[in-house]
Every structure is written in structure tokens, then in C-alpha cells.
């Protein structure tokens, strides 16, 4: 039962949304050192979140000859039925400005992906927002005491203005938690194709020509996450000639 989602991820609990049912049955295998750096290279292991496992999933659901090879017979579980976490600010509030927003719906870029996006008030004319690498000084106007409107990058996804909890002053910092709306499956072929861990587990279970072929990155990553899934010790998963 859930064959594909266990093997992928090594547990049958632990998970946020009832989208995935708690499997108290399943018994995690011993990792390997190589397969534990891939699940978090992955975010496969992450309990405050089953976004990336959700994503990995709907990913590996695209190649449907890999999940065939997992055979997973019985499903239980319902990835239509979950709902993305939704981002969360502290140090303000994200509000509606001339009929637009609030929104924060990026298109991650980079992997890892950035789920921090922070604002830094160096004057009330000015402030530094950063994601990850990146950052931006933006010119900003205070319309009250509490309202700092300011022209936000594309590259942040975000819509709206700060309005401040009791009023902005210097150095106030605001920082928005959210997860992307797409990911750049390209970034994290190219991020795996330098992580030693990554071509280890492609290695070990035969898939690294697969990988390096792929037709598309959105296969490669499929082929990564078949690869994982195919090493768990409960499957006993045939390689087949060729997933390109």
C-alpha cells in the first residue's frame, strides 16, 4: 500500500496534510548516508511541510512508466485533495493597495528555492528587501503612520502594501514565509548534477545515463526521484533498459 510515496519519502507518518493518510505499518529502512542527503536535498524530509513532497509526487505521477515500475497497487492517498501552505508575515501585514494584492506568488528561479522573502527599513524613503542572494534598495513612501507603499521586484511575486502594526520606524524588519508557485526543474537538474550525494544514488541504482539524457529537466528530476524510490530496500524494482 502507497508503495511510491513510502519508498520516495521513508515514512508512514509525520505528515501535515490529511492528504496523506498515517501508515503505521510501514517500517523506515536504515539509510544510506547518500539517500539521506538526497531526500533533504529534495525537501522529502521536511516535517513542518508536505509541499515538496506533494510536488515531487505530482513530478514523478508525470512519468507514468516510473511510478508503474514502483508498483504501487494500492493508493490511499489523495494529491488533488491538498491544499498549498499559504504565505505567512511577521513584522507587518500585507495589505490590498488600489485593487491589487495581497499576493506573494513567485516563480522560484534558484534551488534551493527561497522561502524567506525580508524588508528592512533603512529610512521611511527607503528599504532593502532580500531573497536569498538577491536583494534590492527601492525607493518607498509613507502614506500614514503605519502605510509604506513601495515598488516590489518582479523577481519577489509579491503584491500589496506594509502596513505596520503601530507605526514604521528604522530598522523595522518584515519577513514573508512563503513556497513558490512553480519551481525551475532546470535549477535542480543542474544543483543535482553537482551534488556528489545526487549522482551517488543515480549511480547506485543504475540511472545515471537516464538522468544526463532525459529529454526534458522535468524528467531528469523524475528520473532522480525514481532512482531514490527504487533503492528502498521493501521494493524490489527491475531496472529497465532505458526511462529517457
Request: some cysteine; hydrophobic content about 40%; aromatic content about 8%.
Amino acid at each position: 500500500m502507497n508503495r511510491a510515496l513510502h519508498a520516495v519519502c521513508n515514512r508512514g507518518k509525520g505528515f501535515c496534510s490529511p492528504a496523506f493518510p498515517v501508515l503505521s505499518s510501514f517500517t523506515p529502512a536504515l539509510e544510506l548516508e547518500d539517500e539521506k542527503a538526497v531526500r533533504h536535498f529534495l525537501g522529502l524530509d521536511r516535517a513542518d511541510t508536505d509541499y515538496w513532497t506533494v510536488l515531487f509526487m505530482r513530478l514523478l505521477q508525470t512519468s507514468p512508466d516510473l511510478l508503474l515500475s514502483l508498483s504501487e497497487s494500492q493508493r490511499t492517498y489523495d494529491l488533488k485533495s491538498y491544499w498549498p501552505d499559504s504565505y505567512t508575515v511577521s513584522g507587518s501585514d500585507l495589505i490590498a493597495y488600489r485593487g491589487r494584492g495581497p499576493l506573494v506568488a513567485r516563480q522560484a528561479t534558484e534551488w534551493p528555492a527561497v522561502e524567506e522573502i525580508k524588508v528592512t527599513v533603512l529610512s521611511l524613503t527607503s528599504v532593502l528587501i532580500e531573497l536569498g542572494t538577491l536583494n534590492w534598495t527601492v525607493p518607498a513612501k509613507q502614506l500614514s503612520t503605519n502605510l509604506l507603499v513601495f515598488d516590489w521586484p518582479s523577481e519577489t511575486g509579491v503584491c500589496g502594501v506594509l502596513r505596520a502594526h503601530n507605526s514604521w520606524t528604522v530598522t523595522d524588519q518584515v519577513t514573508i514565509r512563503h513556497k513558490p508557485i512553480t519551481v525551475d526543474f532546470e535549477s535542480v537538474r543542474q544543483k543535482a548534477l553537482s551534488t556528489p550525494q545526487c549522482m551517488s544514488v543515480l549511480g547506485r541504482s543504475g540511472h545515471t545515463a537516464a538522468f544526463i539524457e532525459a529529454r526534458s529537466a522535468r524528467r531528469a528530476v523524475a528520473v532522480l526521484v525514481f532512482a531514490l524510490a527504487s533503492l528502498h530496500p521493501a521494493l524490489n524494482v527491475d531496472h529497465f533498459a532505458s526511462v529517457c
